[in-house]
């Protein structure tokens, strides 16, 4: 059974991304960091499990090997102007969705 699309609902993805890039110059490259580290971490971890299992499998394996990655990236979205911490805990599962479509789909 195929899972669901998450679809981040266009206004708090704007937030999200505006956030990401807002604030001072410092901010915004510790998200981008702490991002790339995320998306990183997940990319190597899932092709080593992909190589193992099941592609689904694979990415559940590969989200929980990253995370505290992923805990340290939304903490630098949580500490943006235009976020709060409720904001963050709505965005967690479409974020990881995202990056879930893009382990299983075409990754360009």
Do not use: K
């Not at 704007?14 to 790339?36: K, Y």
């Not at 997940?42 to 559940?60: E, K, W, Y």
């Not at 990655?69 to 939304?74: S, V």
């Not at 965005?91 to 990056?99: C, K, Q």
């Amino acid at each position: 059974m195929p899972r669901a699309r998450h679809v981040m609902p266009a206004p708090l993805l704007a937030i999200v991304l505006v956030a990401a890039a807002c604030g001072t110059a410092r901010a915004a490259s510790e998200t981008e960091l702490r991002h790339a580290a995320w998306r990183d971490c997940v990319s190597r971890n899932f092709g080593i499990q992909a190589a193992l299992t099941d592609r689904d499998l694979a990415v559940d394996a590969a989200f929980r090997a990253c995370r505290s990655a992923e805990d340290a990236y939304l903490a630098t979205l949580a500490d943006s102007p235009l976020l709060d911490g409720d904001d963050v805990i709505r965005a967690r599962p479409l974020v990881a969705g995202r990056i879930r479509a893009w382990l299983v789909g075409d990754r360009g």
